[in-house]
């Protein structure tokens, strides 16, 4: 069988993990060589860049591209994994918040960054995910990262929640700077 080579993007939908799009794309092209650049949490939709045969040494190159997201924050409540599927771990009362603070608080996450992973990642420490550390009840110290963040836009604001486009270079967890920004406000 002809060996398929090719950068291909790859809508990914909610509740599938990256790897669950490589499977599928595996099966269809009858290949085993596929990689992706770079992972979508499982609750998240977006394209994926998938790469086959011999386009697999490209995934590094993508994994340095500028990368954008939308994401939704809602605040007054803090979830185990800094998401949707978490148990909530912590309350606090809803901030009033008008659109001259949001911008400004924003704006002070633009540039390099230091971050650190959520427990709840694929980041691997001592050869183990700290998901599976996390499952376990066990708390890593997870070193900050460098991030760089490129800009970040206020797309809506109703009190309760708010909606940001984030456009950041690699390695930054969309969920710990959605944390980071709801403690800054």
């Known amino acids: ?8 993007p790859v809508w990914k939908p909610i509740n599938w993990t990256s790897f669950d799009v490589v499977k599928k794309i595996r099966n269809q092209i009858k290949h085993s060589k596929v990689g992706h650049a770079g992972s979508l949490d499982p609750f998240a939709e977006g394209v994926l860049m998938l790469c086959t045969g011999k386009f697999t040494k490209k995934v590094e190159s993508f994994m340095d591209k500028e990368k954008e997201y939308i994401a939704t924050i809602k ?18 009362k809803l901030p009033i918040l008008s659109n001259n603070i949001i911008l400004y608080v924003l704006k002070q ?10 427990m709840y990642s694929a980041l691997k420490v001592n050869g183990h995910p700290l998901y599976k550390y996390a499952r376990n009840g066990i ?19 109703d009190y309760e929640t708010m909606t940001i486009k984030i456009i950041c270079g690699r390695g930054t967890y969309i969920r710990s700077l959605a944390k980071d920004i709801a403690i800054k406000l």
């Open 1 to 8: 069988m002809n060996m398929i080579n090719a950068i291909i």
């Open 139 to 157: 708390q890593i110290h997870r070193k900050l990262r460098d991030i760089i963040i490129y800009d970040i836009q206020l797309i809506d604001y």
């Open 75 to 92: 605040f007054g409540l803090e979830t185990d994994t800094l998401d949707v599927t978490g148990k909530i771990v912590k309350t606090s």
């Open 109 to 118: 996450f633009v540039g390099s960054l230091k971050q650190e992973p959520p």
